[in-house]
């Protein structure tokens, strides 16, 4: 890595996230779920995890793995 903290930062950053969405995520679901929107929440879960990815892949994209 370029940086020895920045897998420190990026763990910190997703540990933040995990955190804040773990309290709200369910109560969100639980009234989309009851108002009739069942695949929405399902849907916004794969946006989500589709922005994160892309968030990281420029930081990541130049690393090399061990061995290669």
Do not use: H
């Amino acid at each position: 890595m370029s940086c020895p903290n920045a897998a420190a930062t990026w763990y910190g950053l997703r540990t933040s996230i995990d955190r804040r969405s773990r309290s709200r995520g369910p109560a969100i679901s639980g009234a989309l779920f009851a108002a009739g929107f069942v695949a929405l929440p399902l849907v916004a879960c794969g946006l989500l995890k589709i922005a994160y990815d892309l968030a990281l892949w420029p930081g990541m994209r130049r690393e090399q793995l061990r061995g290669e």
